[in-house]
């Protein structure tokens, strides 16, 4: 045995060979909020600045729905063989349909899959993407797994964000639904150059939900669900997103060795504006190079990173051999992930 | 109707003084996204040292013990980057050394130090002692007040004097010199980073040490 053979110490590389994506229904326009807003002042919040549009998924339409259509693109480009042959199924749902149970069972059940390992993966939040590209690649790289699919899908728009009372919120406008997938193989085609992981357990806790009531959200009765911060923590947030979100990006140019400034494309999640320009700004980019679909989609939590990527891939705006650098922070801080791609999906 | 105690501002008319954001006319609500939207992950350096150089720094020493050191200036012999060699003019508290950033360049420094609030201000210039406009205002604050532990706190701050772009005394300068200490003014961050690093360095190795702050040779 050759002991100096580097396939015996260095893990095999991981691609992301493709990406697809999914948005519910018509777009959604501000003005459905504005009508229900409690002040004109409120409508005009800048923390929660509304984008001009969002999706939202209809009332009886599954995360396995969207996950379903999101895939379809892939399917098309990659042959009806693609499904049966994925070895990981990794799901991200940010509203489960049965709370006890995550979609991925059914998600493989509905698409004639047939996966190795399949993991309802919760606590990536925002940076749910890189968080599955991370798991995805270790399984890969320590098993004879060979190809993965991870769904990120964001759900909470249509449902919790139009409820009566929670609709007239200045955040209300700001979310929108739609579901984004990666395709991950164990070869060198497009590899994944380096993943940045974090937990922050000294932020864990920060982000409520409540249901406006005395009531627990599994109990019958008055109050309508949502996910908040208490207004004094909302500052504490926005400065940790700050610098968690080009902290954890910085770490991955370092050992890449790349500068920020020499990314070819930077895709974050989106919670609104300010963070996207602080968030280029601190990476020393130009906006240009920071695409987001903020204004088309909303905030479009661990969704909105493969969105992106579909969209900028598919308007040709995504070159192969370029370096994309993907970076999210979740919930109120407690996680954050950043990964750099050898882009290789150009169409 | 008012909520104040006391008749803030009734001397001006109501909204004639622009951009003026108090509760009264700007609540949290409407104030909240103002401050945010202030808030960066970077600022631009001109944005944070423009007209002012701040600098500040913890340092595990007696706070009492440092000022008294600060306040003596022959201490900036031993934590400056470049001010060597000083000595007493004619003039009593002013003092004449080289800054060694400049060839042949003097240096005339008085300090102005007070006692109780424990501030020490080096008016300091290049070249003559006559208008001394380089101000380096410091302020040692007792840790155990603003961090709950011992020590001391230095805070420094230096202002963009207009002379720093343009030398006004420039018959005293000395033949050939081709810097001027303003031409450093963008440094100037960094600079004062390194010598208040140096200073913490020194006090906190005397005060680890058992040696007094202020060396014997300055008494």
Redesign the interface.
């Known amino acids: 045995m050759d002991f100096t053979d580097p396939r015996l110490t260095s893990p095999p590389p991981v691609s992301l060979v493709d990406v697809a994506s999914y948005l519910p229904g018509e777009p959604v326009g501000t003005e459905y909020f504005t009508q229900f807003s409690r002040s004109e ?2 409508a ?4 929660f600045r509304a984008p001009k549009a969002r999706h939202h998924r209809g009332r009886d339409e599954t995360v396995v729905d969207m996950a379903e259509r999101a895939v379809a693109p892939l399917v098309d480009r990659h042959g009806t063989q693609l499904l049966p042959n994925i070895d990981i199924l990794l799901t991200h749902t940010q509203l489960p349909d049965n709370p006890v149970l995550g979609a991925g069972g059914e998600l493989a059940r509905r698409l004639n899959m047939n996966p190795h390992y399949v993991f309802d993966v919760h606590n990536g939040g925002c940076a749910a993407f890189v968080h599955m590209m991370w798991l995805a690649r270790t399984i890969m790289q320590t098993t004879d797994a060979r190809t993965a699919l991870i769904v990120a899908t964001q759900n909470c728009a249509g449902p919790v964000f139009t409820q009566t009372e929670i609709r007239k919120l200045a955040q209300a406008p700001v979310p929108g639904d739609g579901c984004g997938v990666g395709l991950l193989v164990k070869d060198g085609s497009a590899p994944i150059l380096d993943i940045e992981c974090r937990t922050y357990p000294e932020f864990a806790g920060d982000m409520e939900f409540s249901t406006g009531s005395e009531r627990k959200y599994w109990e019958p009765g008055e109050g309508q669900g949502c996910v908040s911060f208490t ?1 004094s923590k ?2 504490k947030v ?2 940790r997103g ?2 968690l ?2 902290e954890v990006a910085h770490e991955v140019c370092k050992r890449i060795g790349v500068k920020s400034q020499d990314i070819d494309t930077l895709v974050t999640n989106q919670p609104n504006r ?1 963070f996207l320009r ?2 280029h ?2 990476l020393e980019l130009p906006a240009e190079r920071h695409p987001d679909t903020f204004d088309q989609c909303g905030n479009l939590f661990a969704a909105g990173i493969p969105v992106t990527l579909d969209t900028e891939n598919q308007a040709g705006r995504l070159r192969n051999g370029s370096v994309v650098l993907m970076s999210a922070f979740a919930h109120a801080g407690d996680f954050a992930g950043a990964a750099a791609v050898r882009w290789g999906a150009a169409r | 109707m008012t909520t104040s105690a006391l008749p803030a501002l009734s001397d001006i008319p109501e909204g004639v003084v622009p951009g003026l954001l108090r509760i009264e006319n700007s609540d949290r ?2 104030t ?6 202030m ?4 600022y631009p350096h001109d944005q944070i040292f423009g007209d002012y150089c701040p600098v500040q720094g913890y340092i595990d020493c007696p706070p009492r013990d440092l000022y008294e050191y600060l306040a003596d200036t022959r201490s900036l012999e031993e934590w400056t980057y470049s001010l060597r060699g000083f000595t007493e003019t004619e003039e009593p508290g002013l003092w004449e050394s080289y800054d060694r950033l400049g060839p042949n360049t003097k240096i005339y420094t008085r300090t102005v130090a007070n006692p109780d609030a424990m501030t020490v201000d080096y008016h300091c210039a290049w070249d003559q002692g006559e208008h001394l406009w380089m101000v380096y205002l410091m302020r040692v604050v007792d840790a155990q007040v603003v961090f709950d532990k011992p020590g001391s706190v230095v805070l420094w701050t230096n202002c963009h004097h207009p002379f720093y772009d343009r030398n006004p005394y420039q018959d005293t300068a000395p033949e050939g010199r081709k810097v001027w200490v303003g031409d450093f003014w963008e440094m100037f961050s960094a600079g004062h980073q390194l010598e208040l690093d140096n200073l913490k360095a020194i006090a906190e190795y005397r005060a680890s040490n058992g040696l007094p702050i202020t060396p014997d040779w300055m008494k």
């Open positions: 002042r409120m005009k919040n800048v923390m207004e909302v500052a926005f400065a700050n610098r979100v080009p300010l602080n968030w700004d601190a | 609500e409407a909240t996204p103002v401050i945010l939207e808030l960066r992950s970077v």
